[in-house]
């Protein structure tokens, strides 16, 4: 039966069965390698969607705090053919044959997570973040269990029990958030834990800019029987390089992208004590996923080898710094800053006194060339369509090789953008940095 029409014409595979590994010729490999046309040749309109996104990414600069610029090793797992591959199970216990590959790869990438981040156990499988958080908390909660997170408008995540989410609907959710410092009311995480009795409480959020207090949550939780979930999407490639504190070895579990400021492939992970390893595993799989992306996987694998080199602790320190310099500078120019500053590699501006929303300088942005995304800030009084805020990250742009100068050309930019400068007289300045300072 013919499967595939490269540009050589059919191939037919009819009869010949799977081929064991150890036959395949050289010239055979060759054949196969030499099969596909290009994907330009082959369906030139998503080459060419795909070109104008690689257009996009390098005319602009991303301060869009949860996104980064993966390396070209990174990227080219994904084009792998092990992306074909079936591996339902774990290393040495797969459901499928031909797992050998795939063995090897998932097992690198747990040995490297954890060395890099000095934990018991990882599970490398979740497909992102929020399958990460389901699974963690389908594990330690069960379902219609009880859970404590950060609410979204205050900085957390949808994940953590927000009622438009699963977690919001499979769980009995409460929700804290952060007082008039901006910074999270410790006091009420301990009265709410105290009066609902959660299964898990959830330390971490999308928008939060200051260190979190993890031995302080640990002791909260342990007060109630609780386990501590930490979600690090955001700051995990800071904790990795040692830059910010680590909930690793606090936390009962610590959950993650690997695509934020770690700088990894798109997908999600899981840290835990041995205690608990067991019981995350079969929570992923088969709890909430299927076969999982190997490809993502090696990914993850060389993600988190770039990570264990000094190089990459050296870019961190440069993350933070420049987000600590990017709220001072729009600090000195009057914009109101959430908590006053920042501890990580995001700036949260309070937008409320100004005559512009978070929306209105989102698009001002696009068209000056800058990606930024509107953002609730606590107690906003606008809807999460508009919002009052804007969320800066500085990890994209350090990627590209940005310092405090660069930096301050940016603040300069969306002070303007904020008085209500026109965004083209913009444009050009973006290009010359875009220009100076080419995507990895
Ligand atoms: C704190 C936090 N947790 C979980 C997630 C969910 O990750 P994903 O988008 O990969 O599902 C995010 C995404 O931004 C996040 O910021």
Redesign the pocket.
Same mark, same amino acid.
């Not at 957390?156 to 953590?160: I, K, M």
């Not at 979600?231 to 955001?234: L, P, Q, R, S, Y």
């Given at each position: 039966m013919p499967i595939f029409m490269p540009q050589g014409g059919l191939v037919d595979h009819s009869g010949t069965g799977p081929t064991p590994l150890r036959s395949v010729s050289s010239a055979a490999v060759t054949k196969v390698e030499s099969q596909p046309g290009t994907l330009k040749d082959q369906d030139a309109e998503v080459a060419a969607w795909l070109q104008r996104e690689d257009k996009r990414q390098s005319t602009t600069l991303t301060l869009i705090a %949860?996104e980064n610029h993966s390396s070209p090793a990174v990227r080219e797992t994904g084009q792998s053919r092990i992306t074909d591959k079936y591996a339902e199970g774990y290393p040495s216990r797969r459901y499928y044959g031909g797992c050998e590959v795939a063995d090897s790869i998932e097992d690198l990438a747990r040995t490297r997570a954890k060395t890099l981040f000095k934990a018991e156990a990882a599970n490398v499988q979740p497909?992102?973040?929020?399958?990460?958080?389901m699974s963690a908390l389908l594990a330690l909660a069960g379902p219609g269990g009880r859970i404590v997170g950060m609410s979204l408008k205050d900085g957390?995540?949808?994940?953590?029990g927000h009622p438009r989410s699963h977690t919001g609907m499979v769980f009995e959710a409460k929700q804290y958030g952060v007082g008039a410092d901006g910074r999270i009311d410790m006091d009420q995480v301990r009265s709410l834990v105290k009066e609902h009795k959660p299964h898990v409480l959830i330390a971490?959020? %999308?928008a939060y800019t200051r260190n979190i207090d993890y031995v302080a949550f640990a002791a909260i939780a342990k007060e109630s029987d609780a386990f501590l979930m930490a979600?690090?999407?955001?700051p995990a490639g800071l904790i990795a390089a040692g830059v910010v504190p680590s909930p690793v070895g606090i936390a009962d579990v610590v959950?993650?992208?690997t695509?934020?400021t770690l700088r990894g492939p798109?997908?999600?992970m899981i840290l835990s004590q041995e205690a608990v390893a067991k019981k995350i595993d079969s929570s992923v799989f088969p709890g909430a996923q299927g076969g999982p992306l190997v490809q993502q996987i090696a990914g993850k694998a060389v993600a988190f080898g770039e990570a264990l080199r000094p190089e990459f602790r050296a870019y961190q320190v440069r993350v933070k710094a420049n987000a600590a310099h990017l709220a001072e500078h729009l600090a000195s120019e009057g914009l109101k800053i959430v908590s006053g500053g920042t501890d990580n590699h995001i700036v949260l501006v309070d937008l409320q006194g100004t005559d512009v929303t978070g929306a209105d300088v989102e698009e001002r942005a696009l068209t000056a060339g800058l990606a930024v995304n509107k953002n609730a800030v606590p107690n906003d009084p606008r809807p999460p369509l508009v919002t009052s805020g804007l969320r800066l990250g500085t990890a994209a742009v350090t990627t590209r090789g940005f310092g405090t100068a660069e930096i301050d050309r940016l603040a300069d930019i969306i002070i303007g953008l904020v008085r209500g400068e026109d965004p083209e007289r913009y444009r050009s300045i973006v290009l010359e940095l875009c220009e100076a300072y080419p995507l990895p």
């Open positions: %949860s497909h992102s973040g929020t399958t990460a958080n957390g995540h949808l994940t953590h971490g959020g %999308s979600d690090i999407a955001h959950t993650m992208t695509h934020k798109r997908g999600g």
